[in-house]
């Protein structure tokens, strides 16, 4: 599975981007999804993640009521809509899907997707 993130960039505090990840390769087998962001500390925190089907979705607290996370498993795509953006929203932001299951089962991640939000 490969995973290809876009949509990142540069906004004022209080815009708006939308994130998008394409996955292509053994996508039949893609379970959940989610996004990741690396905090000052340098680890990747998660910011959202969604059931296969679509069906179900959890937040970090911080992001809670400004993002949402949805996917389209039809065009093989998960997306992360970002309302309010703050300053502390700020990162490099990775698109991650958990593949497979028992022991073939394996995490992938994308090269990541840069957000500058100004204050």
């Known amino acids: 599975v490969q995973l290809v993130e876009s949509g990142g960039g540069l906004v004022q505090a209080g815009g708006s981007l939308r994130l998008s990840c394409a996955a292509s390769?053994?996508?039949?087998?893609?379970?959940?999804m989610g996004w990741y962001r690396r905090d000052p500390g340098n680890q990747r925190v998660l910011v959202a993640v969604?059931?296969?089907?679509?069906?179900?979705?959890d937040y970090a607290a911080s992001v809670k009521g400004r993002f949402t996370i949805s996917r389209d498993n039809a065009r093989n795509t998960m997306y992360l809509q970002m309302n309010s953006l703050k300053p502390e929203d700020t990162a490099m932001y990775y698109c991650?899907?958990?593949?497979?299951?028992?022991?073939?089962?394996?995490?992938?991640w994308g090269q990541g997707t840069q957000v500058t939000v100004s204050s």
């Open positions: 969604i059931t296969s089907d679509g069906g179900s979705t």
């Open positions: 991650n899907a958990d593949v497979g299951s028992g022991r073939n089962r394996m995490m992938y």
């Open positions: 390769g053994s996508t039949f087998s893609i379970n959940a």
